[in-house]
């Protein structure tokens, strides 16, 4: 089983203890989930597994060499949906036009190929994000609330495109509220609170015979 370990990972900001990891690990087989409450240090988590916060003391190892995030409200260049996937030529020469032209049709962006990425609908810029992310050939995809605020359709959208990528060998790590989500589309679930990861297992198990009383609290409130 791929796994994420982590150790010393003890994160203060304005003397409040976000993170407070010791030494544990995150299972990622295939599409993993992380719930718990607001302000638990989930984004504060993913964010330090993807390398966007950095300190020397912390001990944070895994077997991906590629990982790539995607935040829930991802900045996009002002330039046409296309002009975001061509970009990427600058630090991945061998990308080549068809492969764009395929990720285009794939995520079904090829109807605003030409249209500025900062108009399209935020279910359209979330598919861009990810499959921008794709395209660079991340092994893991780290993604933080990727359908808050979407209507249904848009919803379901990107959780087929999670789930064709994870069936295609790509490893996620998803950070959602949405229980039914999770249920859905999540192998393992880890539950974080007060910085600290609780409980983890597999989806049905958690969720149906929570070992831990605080996790059992948590799935029973928001239930």
Do not use: W
Request: with cysteine; net charge neutral.
């Amino acid at each position: 089983m791929a796994s994420i370990q982590l150790q010393n990972i003890h994160l203060r900001q304005a003397e409040r203890l976000i993170l407070d990891i010791e030494s544990n690990e995150i299972p990622v087989t295939n599409i993993t989930g992380i719930i718990g409450p607001n302000g638990a240090g989930k984004t504060i988590l993913l964010k330090l597994i993807a390398g966007l916060i950095q300190n020397p003391k912390f001990q944070i190892s895994c077997s991906f060499k590629d990982i790539s995030m995607v935040l829930s409200q991802t900045p996009l260049l002002k330039m046409s949906v296309r002009g975001n996937f061509l970009m990427l030529k600058d630090t991945h020469p061998d990308l080549s036009d068809e492969k764009i032209n395929a990720v285009l049709k794939a995520f079904l962006l090829d109807h605003v190929a030409n249209s500025p990425a900062t108009k399209i609908s935020t279910g359209e810029r979330q598919r861009l994000a990810i499959a921008r992310a794709y395209l660079i050939g991340a092994e893991l995809l780290i993604l933080d609330e990727p359908t808050a605020s979407l209507d249904p359709q848009s919803t379901l959208l990107i959780e087929s495109k999670i789930i064709d990528l994870a069936n295609q060998g790509i490893k996620f790590l998803i950070a959602s509220h949405d229980f039914a989500q999770v249920k859905r589309i999540c192998d393992q679930v880890v539950f974080i609170k007060d910085g600290k990861i609780v409980e983890k297992g597999q989806t049905d198990d958690l969720f149906s015979n929570p070992k831990n009383s605080e996790t059992k609290s948590f799935i029973s409130f928001y239930e």
